[in-house]
């Protein structure tokens, strides 16, 4: 079994200032973190890869895709759709990110490799088909999974996230989608609002989201019992043909975006549950995008933890 690594160094280009907590360093203290656990020489490293404007409509509106472009190039610093900074190479970067998703599952799609790890900023999972918000620009996990659907036949996707903050924009992507179901673990009250229990889809996507909301202190009881009781048996009826992991590390104990209280070891073993669903299906198919994580050290042993789970042969 391979796992494939992708780490684009154009990431690092998106700069949203001094003192924001989605830093630069991010980047590097995960990098530097794998790098020491030996892990990047175990995976298969992918090329860098730079989607095209028009791959942006599978999941975004061609009149949010431009506004976005002319916003950065015009020098914002900050999209004029919500709360996310952006700087001079931002547009780079946010296409680096999203390429990267889209290299890491042609390589598994195609059998190159069983599982993959995308290393990524900005994140994604705030950005809804027309707005970016929450530090993110592009929805990386949205379009992975449109794009493993629409590019390389992929039929029904799974979308673990377990990130601290609830995955509002792809969650508002697909909630009128069966072909997609998406699973949130959360911390609410909390940014940015969204994921009550009752968001459960609409049309015919009804029952293909699934919301828990959990309050501040949660740990590894409360976060896995969700895991156990409610994504395993969703997961067993939805049958899904690919996994994409929205993997969050501000849900870690000691972030300061956070209140959650997961720590090295449940990572680790969130990524053997969720690898371990519907094999059968999946084929044991399973890619992973960072998302949140803003304390450096904590990002980095976590990031590692959940990787050296990844590649644990199943």
């Known amino acids: 079994m391979t796992t494939a690594f992708i780490a684009d160094p154009l990431c690092k280009e998106h700069d949203p200032?001094?003192?924001?907590p989605e830093r630069v360093s991010r980047f590097d203290a995960v990098y530097d973190a794998l790098t020491k656990a030996g892990l990047v020489a175990k995976m298969t490293p992918l090329p860098p890869r730079?989607?095209?404007?028009?791959?942006?409509?599978l999941a975004h509106t061609s009149a949010y895709v431009r506004l976005a472009e002319e916003e950065i190039h015009h020098g914002r610093d900050t999209l004029s759709t919500g709360d996310t900074a952006v700087s001079e190479h931002t547009w780079t970067a946010a296409l680096r990110a999203a390429g990267s998703g889209f290299a890491a599952v042609a390589a598994v799609a195609t059998g190159k490799a069983q599982r993959a790890f995308c290393l990524v900023r900005p994140p994604g999972h705030h950005a809804s088909a027309a707005r970016g918000m929450g530090f993110c620009v592009l929805n990386n996990i949205a379009l992975a999974a449109r794009y493993a659907q629409?590019?390389?036949?992929?039929?029904?996707?799974?979308?673990?996230?377990?990130?601290?903050?609830?995955?509002?924009?792809?969650?508002?992507?697909?909630?009128e989608d069966d072909s997609v179901f998406f699973f949130s673990t959360h911390q609410s009250p909390?940014?940015?609002?969204?994921?009550?229990?009752?968001?459960?889809?609409?049309?015919?996507?009804?029952?293909?989201?699934?919301?828990?909301?959990?309050?501040?202190?949660?740990?590894?009881?409360?976060?896995?019992?969700?895991?156990?009781?409610?994504?395993?048996?969703?997961?067993?009826k939805f049958r899904p043909e690919l996994i994409l992991i929205s993997a969050g590390f501000d849900s870690r104990i000691e972030d300061p975006l956070g209140q959650f209280r997961l720590t090295d070891e449940d990572f680790a073993d969130l990524t053997k549950l969720v690898s371990g669903i519907s094999r059968e299906t999946t084929q044991g198919r399973v890619l992973?995008?960072?998302?949140?994580?803003?304390?450096?050290?904590?990002?980095?042993?976590a990031a590692a933890s959940h990787v050296t789970a990844l590649c644990l042969p199943q």
């Open 17 to 20: 200032g001094r003192g924001h």
């Open 50 to 57: 730079e989607v095209r404007v028009e791959d942006l409509h």
């Open 150 to 175: 629409r590019r390389h036949g992929i039929g029904r996707v799974l979308i673990v996230d377990w990130d601290v903050h609830h995955g509002n924009g792809t969650q508002d992507i697909f909630y």
């Open 190 to 236: 909390w940014y940015p609002g969204t994921g009550r229990a009752d968001e459960a889809g609409a049309g015919k996507g009804v029952g293909t989201t699934l919301n828990c909301p959990l309050p501040a202190g949660s740990a590894r009881a409360e976060i896995f019992a969700a895991f156990e009781q409610k994504l395993l048996p969703a997961a067993e």
């Open 288 to 301: 992973s995008m960072l998302e949140g994580g803003y304390n450096l050290r904590g990002l980095g042993s």
